[in-house]
């Protein structure tokens, strides 16, 4: 059973609403990551954070905004979605043992922009 | 620039024909290899972590292999319940994320 979670699950909204996915997870880990996912396609890093108040862009140009402000909470903000957004959003975690542990996923949120 | 790469992109089999699947990596100084499994609607999940050539792990009808430029996951007699995709990952040469290949999927038959 995944000690992370994402909500909501699915999620269909009209181009420019302001949404908010939520992560949380109860393991204790430090580290945080979005990373979002296109079928077919490898996982690319959005965001990701080390700490409370810590919060850095991954390699994908995003127009998302994190926050960390609990170490289990690590909610993603999108101001105004945009059909280009429509994708699988996966949030993840990790202990403190260096970046060569094992990253822990939720089951996602799939995000479509009509 | 730091690659992951892995072969073939789909692969069926029946169940009980053993094979392998490939991931090659071009990131400089190998600071591990993960193999992730992802169900269809789920997160990857962890299976394991290879941080030198010659380094072997097991998990019921899994074995992973590692070499100075590519890993192996065997997978011996395997049953329709393994069918998923599965995805390689490593630390990319900053050391700052991990890498993800595209996955291989792969359809066991009864």
């Known amino acids: 059973e995944a000690d992370i979670y994402q909500t909501p699950r699915y999620l269909v909204i009209g181009t420019g609403k302001k949404i908010t996915l939520e992560c949380s997870q109860t393991m204790g880990h430090d580290k945080m990551y979005w990373y979002q996912q296109d079928p077919g396609m490898e996982l690319h890093l959005i965001h990701y954070?080390?700490?409370?108040?810590?919060?850095e862009k991954g390699d994908l140009s995003s127009e998302s905004t994190v926050s960390r402000i609990r170490t289990e909470h690590f909610p993603l903000t999108l101001e105004s979605a945009r059909p280009s957004h429509t994708s699988q959003y996966l949030c993840a975690s990790s202990g403190d043992r260096g970046y060569n542990s094992p990253l822990h996923f939720g089951n996602g949120t799939r995000l479509t922009v009509t | 620039e730091d690659q992951v790469t892995q072969s073939p992109e789909a692969l069926r089999l029946q169940e009980g024909e053993s094979s392998s699947l490939n991931c090659s990596y071009t990131v400089s100084g190998l600071r591990g290899l993960f193999w992730y499994r992802q169900d269809p609607g789920k997160g990857p999940e962890f299976l394991f972590t290879l941080y030198s050539a010659g380094e072997e792990k097991e998990k019921e009808r899994l074995k992973a292999t590692l070499t100075k430029k590519e890993s192996f996951l065997h997978i011996t007699a395997p049953k329709p319940e393994d069918s998923a995709t599965y995805l390689c990952?490593?630390?990319?040469?900053?050391?700052?994320?991990?890498?993800f290949g595209t996955g291989t999927r792969l359809l066991v038959s009864p």
């Open positions: 954070s080390y700490g409370v108040n810590s919060t």
């Open positions: 990952a490593s630390p990319n040469t900053g050391f700052q994320k991990l890498v």
